[in-house]
């Protein structure tokens, strides 16, 4: 069977055809970045203590009622305890002074009765602030995050089933649609419950977009864009979202106003079904070789060159017809070891990567004391981090890029305990090393998953593995709370996981230089990593048995 790159290589690589759906596919992504982060601040918790009634108190006793607690080695106002209103407001009346006739360390608290008063210097308004996510009910604000993520989960594990069954180009729009919608009607909701629903639903379109541009961008284009694309075009528009953000944050300092701001650039992706096409491997996979041949000579006739009468005459065979007849689902990724145990792998590299890259940008607020400037540089470190990762496809084999970038990471995470505690920017400049890391990895993991796997699995592969880096970002908003146990205990986490992840790479076959499976036999004549100590002709028979069963 003749290979698609070499069917359609009369097209060239960056045609106009081409450069209109790259632009057109990184724009699409760009929503992802500042909804996905929009929880740093819809989630952030302003500075705030116990309500106090607008009673006949002096001056004193109002400045004295909330009591001073240690935190983090300082005084500060209690956020969840003050003294008792009654108390006070008889020794209020009797002219005694705190501090001076009475002793505060003897005086009786209550809790928040009235309510919490929320400081508006860097917010008008949270979620947190709205429906008061505070002392007992803290558990709710990492928890809105986990359900976000959760949402994701979902959305992951079914688009990529349905991208497999009903093509690129329709899940891509619904998602898209499904995100964009839920988004704005989270500005009516009446409680945290209510917003929660929403929020859960707006999370199924927010990966499942993003992984339908990648896939369909992927498969239409081929050779150095292919790379290009996939390593920086997806990855940069993502990052520039993600900067974008705490820009929107700044003017837009309302909860609900953050949220409408976030979702009305949605509208603005609706007329793009008329310029981005479906993926022609995918109609050929199903074995519609028309719709195919349609979209490729039309690709031609906008790069003005001639396509053959007949394109895929040479393409079909019977392996193909088998295929397209038969549907595939997370089922074909289980009945054969070898590409059970590469999806298992990739599943723990996949979830080790987003268990840190979430963990690490949202904590964000303890990297500067501006929320903005903090949201910014955590975005920032993205930039660089997608460059690397398109050089290291370009020249890297695909095992020895993701091996070399998971060590970094795990190592720079594990020296932060080591920094002493007044080079605070030591330890910031460590994380972000281990942030560039984890965020170069996943970069190139994307790329590595969608070679493995075949044209017909290649969705259902990419949904799955990155439904297992969602039960890893489920995980993550609570992860930082390690810290109240042993403070560099994040860091020690997510480093193990980043080293063990390491090691189990070397078992993943290499797929650098090879062109993209189209059925489930190509895959199977993968060749699989040897040693490299070993060589063909030295090798003894039980060696060439070993490799031949994996």
């Keep these: 069977m003749q290979d698609y790159d070499e069917v359609t290589a009369f097209l060239g690589h960056w045609g106009h055809f081409q450069q209109s759906v790259f632009f057109l596919l990184c724009a699409s992504v760009l929503p992802n970045g500042f909804g996905a982060f929009s929880l740093i601040f819809l989630t952030d918790i302003p500075s705030h203590h116990c309500l106090v009634p607008d009673i006949n108190l002096t001056e004193n006793w109002h400045q004295a009622i909330i009591p001073m607690e240690m935190v983090n080695g300082k005084l500060e106002l209690s956020r969840c305890r003050r003294y008792r209103l009654d108390v006070v407001r008889n020794l209020s009346a009797q002219g005694y002074i705190p501090g001076q006739d009475v002793n505060l360390t003897n005086l009786e608290q209550e809790g928040c009765v009235d309510g919490w008063s929320y400081s508006k210097d860097i917010y008008k308004s949270t979620i947190v602030s709205e429906f008061d996510l505070v002392c007992s009910e803290e558990w709710k604000q990492p928890f809105t995050s ?14 990529g089933q349905l991208s497999d069954r009903f093509g690129r180009k329709p899940v891509l729009f619904l998602t898209m649609a499904l995100q964009t919608l839920f988004t704005f009607v989270q500005i009516f909701s009446s409680s945290w419950t209510v917003f929660c629903i929403l929020l859960f639903i707006s999370g199924l379109g927010q990966i499942s977009n993003y992984v339908s541009a990648f896939v369909l961008g992927t498969e239409i284009f081929t050779g150095n864009v292919r790379v290009l694309f996939s390593s920086m075009g997806v990855c940069l528009a993502f990052a520039f979202g993600f900067m974008m953000l705490p820009l929107f944050a700044y003017f837009l300092r309302d909860w609900t106003s953050l949220l409408l701001g976030i979702s009305l650039p949605g509208l603005l992706y609706l007329p793009l079904w008329w310029f981005i096409p479906e993926s022609p491997r995918w109609l050929l996979s199903q074995g519609r070789v028309e719709e195919a041949e349609n979209i490729v000579k039309y690709a031609a006739k906008k790069n003005k060159v001639e396509a053959p009468q007949a394109i ?27 590409i059970r145990n590469t999806l298992i792998i990739l599943c723990l590299v996949w979830f080790t990567l987003s268990t840190g890259y979430f963990g690490l940008s949202l904590n964000t607020s303890r990297l500067h004391a501006d929320p903005f400037i903090s949201c910014f540089i955590s975005a920032a470190v993205e930039v660089p981090a997608y460059i690397t990762s398109w050089l290291a496809l370009q020249y890297l084999p695909r095992r020895l890029a993701v091996i070399s970038i998971l060590l970094l990471g795990g190592v720079s995470l594990y020296f932060i305990q080591l920094v002493p505690h007044g080079l605070s920017y030591l330890s910031i400049t460590l994380e972000m090393v281990g942030k560039f890391g984890i965020t170069t990895g996943t970069a190139l993991m994307f790329v590595y998953t969608a070679e493995l796997f075949p044209t017909v699995l290649r969705n259902t592969a990419t949904g799955m593995c990155t439904t297992a880096s969602r039960v890893g970002s489920c995980i993550a908003p609570f992860l930082l709370k390690l810290s109240q146990y042993f403070k560099y205990l994040p860091y020690i986490t997510l480093g193990s996981l980043a080293v063990v992840s390491a090691f189990a790479t070397v078992f993943l076959p290499e797929s650098f230089g090879r062109p993209l499976p189209q059925t489930i036999e190509q895959i199977h004549k993968r060749e699989r990593m040897k040693c490299p100590f070993i060589t063909r002709k030295g090798q003894s028979k039980h060696v060439k048995i070993f490799e031949s069963r994996l």
Excluded: C, W
């Design 146 to 159: 986990t359900v976000y993520f959760m949402g994701v989960l979902v959305g992951s594990f079914f688009s």
């Design 312 to 338: 895929f005459d040479d393409y079909d065979s019977p392996a193909d017809k088998t295929q397209a007849n038969e549907h595939h689902s997370i089922f074909s990724l289980l009945r054969t070891a070898n």
